[in-house]
């Protein structure tokens, strides 16, 4: 049986950052209240938090060089944002990013009518 390739979908992906943000958002409160369990995270919290928002950051600059067409969708899967076989109905809206067959940049596209181009 053959098996299809795996699409990044746009939805897990999102979903998977935003989880992350709100983490590092209630690690953050409990850092600004002095609410942490122990002087060793009350310690480590602060280099948490900013590796995490690197990391985030790092994540959403490849999201963009995706959608641009300047990066392999195939950079961005995980297991946890890959998309499985046909589209769900709970997954109606959800963009799917397709891989580069043999690692090989498509075509661009041309612009589409009307569109302002660049100078």
Known sequence: MKTQPQVVSLIYEL???SRIVAGTRILSELLALGELPDERTDREAP???????????????LLASVVA??????LMLTASNAAHGPVQHWEDDDVRL?????????????AA????RQR
Do not use: C
Request: net charge positive.
């Open 98 to 110: 397709t891989p580069w067959a043999d690692g090989q940049k498509p075509p661009k596209k041309p």
């Open 69 to 74: 067409g300047n990066k392999d969708p195939a």
């Open 15 to 17: 979903l998977d950052l």
């Open 113 to 116: 009518r009307g569109a302002k």
């Open 47 to 61: 280099a948490t938090i900013g590796a995490t928002l690197a990391f985030v950051q790092s994540r959403l600059a």
